[in-house]
């Protein structure tokens, strides 16, 4: 709500509703870093693991390094991965990933501008749809099987096609905490298109119910029980309508529709308790999601140039202190 039905968070004093439902307390010896991160980045990414079921001795792999990314590594790691590909290429990024590997869980960056790997051999074209480098890698470190889970927490459209190419047949599992932009030129034709189907539509309806009034309905064959009582049968329009804003799964990787692969599409969670419970796990651990924080600013008149430093991605996050 706040920023986007209620204005006025970027100032010293701001409303917030359903305060006891939204404040979360901040434990003794936590920094204020630390907590902040936890408030979006880290309750979107553990969201990511989470709904994947993340478990002991999992292949993960994260798509997207940028904070939620990161914070979706963290998370899987806890959750007792052992093994997680990290999708990404920013320097600063990948060496933040890079510092979470250790015996226990390793963590691999794979860099999908300089990666090259060629699809494992014996294996079906169609088994990567997007001719990635990446997707090609994952089935090849896996013995073709894929991970365990995909969490895709960055990229573009491509990302849910790849994702689920290298997720597991039967099990495998597609997190999704990523927002999909509109394509608005897409977007608009669609309109249109179905603007005019539900224009014809109604005139065809219209036509049909005075013809009805008159008593003047035809049919080309017997008419039915609701016709023969003085129920107009309106015909639907059928046109197919093949421009939609839509995103892609391939029929291959799908089993056409068999595969027993698990989509999701989450919302982070959010609200008090979920996000103090997240506060404990950080603490517990001794982990430090304000290592994200790369670039901190000094008062409320140095918003604007926050923004665009995590805009232009100068930034993996920022922190303004007032």
């Known amino acids: 709500m706040i920023g986007k039905s209620i204005d006025g968070a970027f100032q010293s004093t701001f409303y917030l509703p359903f305060a006891d439902k939204n404040l979360a307390h901040i434990p003794e010896g936590m920094s204020l870093e ?70 226990t869980c390793k963590v691999e960056v794979l860099n999908y501008k300089t990666l090259e790997c060629p699809l494992p051999e014996g294996m079906h074209p169609l088994a990567n749809s997007t001719g990635s480098t990446v997707v090609n890698y994952v089935l090849q470190q896996t013995a073709t099987k894929g991970a365990d889970e995909v969490l895709i927490c960055g990229g573009n459209d491509y990302s849910l096609p790849q994702a689920i190419d290298m997720v597991k047949y039967g099990t495998g599992i597609v997190s999704n905490v990523m927002y999909f932009g509109a394509d608005t030129e897409v977007q608009d034709e669609e309109c249109r298109n179905l603007t005019d189907i539900n224009n014809q539509t109604r005139e065809n309806f219209s036509g049909t ?9 035809q049919t080309e064959s017997e008419p039915s029980h609701q016709e023969s009582c003085g129920v107009p049968q309106v015909k639907p329009v059928l046109r197919r309508n093949t421009t939609i804003d839509a995103l892609r799964i391939p029929k291959f990787s799908m089993g056409r529709g068999m595969a027993g692969k698990t989509l999701k599409f989450s919302l982070s969670k959010g609200g008090r308790e979920n996000l103090e419970r997240v506060i404990g796990l950080i603490k517990d651990h001794d982990l430090h999601p304000g290592v994200f924080i790369t670039e901190r600013y000094e008062g409320l008149d140095k918003v604007e140039q926050a923004i665009y430093d995590m805009k232009d991605r100068k930034a993996i996050k920022i922190a303004v202190k007032f």
């Open 34 to 103: 630390d907590a902040l991160m936890c408030v979006d980045v880290v309750q979107t990414g553990f969201t990511a693991v989470e709904e994947a079921a993340v478990s002991e001795g999992d292949t993960v792999v994260v798509m997207g390094i940028g904070a939620i990314g990161l914070a979706a590594v963290m998370g899987s790691k806890l959750a007792g991965a052992k093994k997680i590909y990290a999708v990404g290429s920013r320097p600063d990024n990948v060496k933040i990933a890079e510092s979470m590997s250790d015996e």
């Open 209 to 217: 119910t005075q013809q009805a009034s008159s008593g003047a309905i």
